[in-house]
C-alpha cells in the first residue's frame, strides 16, 4: 500500500476488513461481526488476486520496492486462507451454524 503501485481500493478493502476484524474481537458475542469479518476476507482473497495479476509491473519496471511491496501482497494473499479458517472457528464456536 505504501508504494502506490495498488489502487486505493486495494488499501480500502484490506484496512476495512482489518476494521471489521477488530470489531469482531471487541464484540465477542456477536455473530454479525464475525460473517462480516469472514465474508470481508473472502472478498479480498478474490480482489487481491486480481490486484496482483492487473497491476504487477513488467520486469523492467520492477524495483526493489515494488518487488518487496509485491512480496508482502502475495504473502498476505497466502495467509488469508489461514485467516479464513479461523474465523470460521471462531463462527463455529459463537453458535453459528
Request: aromatic share 14%; with cysteine.
Amino acid at each position: 500500500c505504501m508504494n502506490h503501485m495498488f489502487p486505493a481500493s486495494y488499501a480500502w478493502g484490506n484496512f476495512s476488513v482489518l476494521a471489521v476484524g477488530i470489531w469482531a474481537i471487541v464484540q465477542r458475542d456477536s455473530i454479525d461481526a464475525i460473517v462480516m469479518l469472514l465474508a470481508g476476507l473472502l472478498l479480498t482473497v478474490l480482489t487481491d488476486i486480481i490486484h496482483v495479476s492487473v497491476f504487477y509491473p513488467p520486469n523492467s519496471y520492477l524495483t526493489d520496492e515494488k518487488r518487496f511491496s509485491i512480496g508482502m501482497a502475495i504473502f498476505s494473499l497466502l495467509l488469508k486462507p489461514l485467516s479464513c479458517y479461523l474465523v470460521y472457528r471462531m463462527y463455529r464456536e459463537r453458535g453459528g451454524e
